[in-house]
């Protein structure tokens, strides 16, 4: 398992590593999802690497494993690029990412790729089948039982505009999923632009806690604090939502803020500007 002291430094230093890995990997691609798996790198580095998340590259099936579901199965690319630094597959299949007979599929696909839990990409299931997992890991309800083994869902704010989240947040509430931690990468942004003009969320955390649910709100990118609510929120007896205020395209100056990059790959030019970018926040990183 994971150790469980958090490393600040050892989270920031793989979530610049990530952030590399994914524009290479969509530029290679030609297609893919920048922007959202660039605000979440932080927090998927965090779980992975800063002993939130307990999980094993070399027993990815240890029945005493956490498990972690990408509902915004459209930012494949940043799970793939923690994935591979885990070690749980090797580094030279990132640039196979949708291309044919690769284990890298546009959407995450647990039948092909090792340390892959669910398949997701609809968006709007995930929650749904956290919870599922969550009460299966716990026993069920009647009567509850307590369990160390946990349930991580990232959703994207744009994906709340989906009526099965809610009715997952109704159900985790109602059986007392306590295992149960959702976060939210709460970017501003969707494919057609801001949230607040494509369907406005509201306050999200305000809605969750109408729903019976335990809530947090931290910055996305500050990764001490990351891993100090992360922490708190698996010490909670949840269900427990973490909404983690974030910069879509966070890392590339072109990308940040711009939902111009929810789904499209950088041109040669941008890529070798990016890649520069974060190539220096690597080196800093590692000072």
């Keep these: ?41 932080d927090i998927v580095a965090a779980l992975y690497f800063g002993g939130i998340l307990h999980h094993d590259p070399l027993k990815p099936k240890d029945p005493d494993r956490d498990r972690f579901v990408l509902s915004k199965g459209h930012a494949a690319p940043v799970l793939y690029a923690a ?39 609809s968006l709007g299931q995930g929650l749904s089948i956290g919870a599922g997992l969550a009460l299966g890991l716990r026993g069920g309800d009647d009567p509850p039982h307590p369990s160390d083994r ?18 997952a947040a109704m159900f985790a509430a109602h059986h007392n999923a306590t295992n149960l931690v959702a976060i939210i990468d709460d970017n501003g942004l969707q494919i057609d632009g801001a949230c607040t003009d494509v369907m406005c969320l509201g306050e999200i955390a305000r809605k969750f806690e109408s729903f019976g649910w335990k809530t947090v709100e931290v910055d996305g990118h500050d990764v001490e604090a990351l891993g100090r609510v992360l922490t708190e929120a698996r ?53």
Excluded: C
């Excluded at 994914?22 to 920048?34: C, D, F, L, R, W």
């Excluded at 949708?98 to 284990?103: A, D, E, P, Q, T």
């Excluded at 959407?107 to 839990?117: A, I, L, N, R």
């Excluded at 010490?235 to 111009?260: S, W």
């Design 235 to 287: 010490e909670l007896q949840g269900p427990v939502a973490v909404v983690a205020h974030t910069i879509k395209g966070r890392g590339v100056t072109f990308m940040e803020g711009n939902a111009g990059w929810h789904g499209k790959a950088p041109s040669a030019e941008e890529t070798a500007q990016a890649l520069e970018e974060l190539g220096a926040l690597i080196e800093g990183s590692a000072s």
């Design 83 to 121: 994935l591979a630094e885990a070690g749980y597959f090797g580094r030279d299949h990132l640039k196979t990412l949708r291309k044919l007979g690769s284990i890298l599929q546009g959407h995450p696909d647990s039948k092909k790729t090792p340390g892959v839990e669910v398949s997701t990409g």
């Design 150 to 167: 946990h349930v991580f869902v990232l959703l994207g704010d744009g994906e709340l505009q989906e009526g099965q989240v809610w009715e």
């Design 1 to 41: 398992m994971t150790d469980s002291t958090f490393d600040a430094g050892l989270v920031a230093a793989k979530a610049a590593r990530m952030r590399y890995d994914i524009v290479e990997m969509v530029a290679e691609a030609g297609s893919g999802h920048p922007g959202g798996s660039l605000s979440a790198a």
